[in-house]
């Protein structure tokens, strides 16, 4: 079967039965006018492609379910309301950044300062505290005491190599513990670096 010589409509009934080479000869058929319509509207080579390939990948995704009367108007369509979503997700993305920016520029006093330390200082007790007894001394003891792995291998009696799992795998719990307070941290270390 030729499929460069079927119509839009025969190509998206054999793409329902996932058919991929109907989907290889759409693909093939509209890439070009979609990239060059997403081009046209955003002006950033890159991110033309990467809508044009989220389009087109959402298109096999769904493709047993979807309702396409016209192709042409379907791709030209979905790739209209993919821009209007990735503007709309960056305008939130600038919202929130602006909020938590307003809500940091106070920080100037050292009083927020103090009351932010005090929330970081609480949140890491906390983090230290959910781990297990072996891994918090061992995470004490590296971070906070800033003793080698030697000397900590020797405090407690147990080898280094224990030592790096128990550093490793405090720092995986702690990283996803205190990471809604890592954007705060990095933004106050900004405002006061400057």
Not at 14 to 26: M, S, V
Not at 90 to 101: A, P
Not at 172 to 183: A, D, P
Request: proline share 1%; charged share 25%; glycine share 4%.
């Amino acid at each position: 079967m030729k499929y460069n010589s079927l119509s839009d409509n025969s190509l998206v009934d054999l793409l329902k039965d996932n058919d991929g080479l109907a989907f290889k000869e759409i693909y093939t058929r509209y890439w070009v006018g979609i990239y060059k319509a997403a081009y046209i509207k955003v002006y950033h080579k890159e991110l033309a492609e990467e809508l044009t390939q989220n389009l087109f990948v959402d298109l096999w995704r769904r493709r047993e379910s979807i309702a396409i009367n016209s192709l042409d108007c379907y791709l030209f369509g979905s790739l209209k309301y993919s821009i209007i979503n990735h503007y709309k997700s960056q305008l939130v993305k600038e919202k929130y950044q602006d909020h938590i920016i307003g809500q940091l520029s106070p920080m100037t006093s050292s009083t927020d300062d103090l009351a932010l330390v005090n929330d970081l200082s609480k949140a890491l007790n906390q983090g230290i505290a959910l781990l297990p007894k072996k891994t918090g001394e061992v995470f004490k003891l590296s971070r906070i005491d800033n003793r080698s792995t030697k000397e900590i291998s020797q405090q407690l009696n147990i080898s280094e190599k224990a030592v790096e799992y128990h550093i490793t795998q405090s720092l995986k719990s702690m990283r996803f513990h205190l990471k809604e307070y890592l954007f705060l941290l990095l933004t106050f270390l900004f405002f006061h670096k400057f």
